[in-house]
């Protein structure tokens, strides 16, 4: 079956500006996971989704990152006066049911450049 | 504070010489612990779930093992397709969906 699905696969934007990051998570899946990796390092938790809320927003580094879910399935991370720092591969996983310890399987990311 | 710690950063192997990775979690309450592979320019392919001291699982030249305080990845023969980068990562305490990823361990093996 398809895996998670990310759009676009990289985004080059210039500072100030806003982008919308979207992910389409595996067919049945409740819960939806982001991401972000900085070269050389392990991906970093931003927010969960159970089903249409956030669970877990406690990994937004600031108000100018927001998230939604709205039916339950496709998420789209804003970010809104983006930043140089805001730089990374952003990723999106999904998991059958987001309890605990349950598996999360990966999208393949998107590049955001800010310049 | 919860802390994943993967050594080394990075390993050279020749193929057919076997090794072993490691990962450190300091995790309150470790409930399930996570291997993937990573290739270059992709997300992480999810490997094993390791859930209790002593639990192992193998997949082809991989092996998972998990003690009280750390999990090893033994790569047995590695062949130069098994090069990439290994992560892993563990539930950070209190939570259910937010994982705590190590640095991971650049693998490469040479023919």
């Known amino acids: 079956g398809a895996g998670v699905s990310q759009t676009p696969s990289n985004k080059v934007t210039e500072k100030g500006k806003y982008v919308e990051l979207r992910c389409d998570p595996i067919?049945?899946?409740?819960?939806l996971y982001w991401y972000r990796q900085s070269l050389g390092q392990g991906p970093e938790f931003l927010i969960y989704?159970?089903?249409?809320?956030?669970?877990?927003d406690s990994g937004l580094p600031n108000d100018r990152f927001f998230a939604v879910r709205p039916e339950g399935s496709v998420s789209t991370l804003k970010i809104q006066r983006t930043e140089r720092g805001d730089s990374a591969v952003y990723l999106c996983?999904?998991?059958?049911?987001?309890?605990?310890?349950?598996?999360?399987?990966f999208g393949p990311g998107t590049r955001l450049t800010v310049l | 504070e919860d802390q994943v710690t993967q050594s080394p950063e990075a390993l050279r192997l020749q193929e057919g010489e076997s090794s072993s990775l490691n990962c450190s979690y300091t995790?309150?309450?470790?409930?399930?612990l996570f291997w993937y592979r990573q290739d270059p320019g992709k997300g992480p392919e999810f490997l094993f779930t390791?859930?209790?001291a002593g639990e192992e699982k193998e997949k082809e030249r991989l092996k998972a093992t998990l003690t009280k305080k750390e999990s090893f990845l033994h790569i047995t023969a590695p062949k130069p397709e098994d090069s990439a980068t290994y992560l892993c990562?563990?539930?950070?305490?209190?939570?259910?969906?937010?994982?705590?990823f190590g640095k991971g361990t650049k693998l490469s093996v040479k023919p």
């Open positions: 390791l859930y209790s």
């Open positions: 067919s049945g899946h409740t819960a």
């Open positions: 990562a563990g539930p950070r305490g209190g939570s259910q969906g937010n994982l705590i």
């Open positions: 996983a999904s998991s059958l049911s987001g309890l605990l310890a349950d598996t999360q399987y």
């Open positions: 995790v309150s309450g470790l409930r399930g």
């Open positions: 989704f159970q089903g249409t809320g956030a669970a877990d």
